[in-house]
């Protein structure tokens, strides 16, 4: 990294993919939980449901909105383990080659 204070173009293009990928995720879970309660809060007024209502299909597509959610919850946690993992990590070593 360079000695200027501003930040190299390399840099600002990196901090602007992190940005649009962090509001991709938030955009994603807000999506997938909106339909998600959407469709359960409105089923009655979207479908009409009686006995010979075959729901399967409904029973599926919430579970997977429901299985969806959960990973995507499980990814970010994993991704913050990970980077703390190496954030210690380079830690180590950075008090390694100082000592």
């Known amino acids: 990294m360079s000695t200027d204070p501003r930040k190299s173009r390399l840099e600002i293009v990196q901090d602007i993919k992190d940005y649009s990928e962090e509001q991709f995720d938030k955009l994603i879970v807000y999506l997938n939980s909106g339909a ?24 599926y597509t919430w579970s997977s909105f429901v299985v ?32």
């Open 36 to 59: 998600l309660i959407l469709t359960m809060g409105f089923v009655k007024d979207i479908a009409t449901i009686t006995k010979d209502t075959d729901t399967k299909l409904l029973i």
């Open 68 to 99: 969806s959610l959960v990973l995507i919850l499980l990814s970010h946690r994993s991704s913050i383990i990970s980077m703390n993992f190496e954030i210690k990590k380079k830690k180590k070593l950075v008090i390694f080659l100082i000592l």
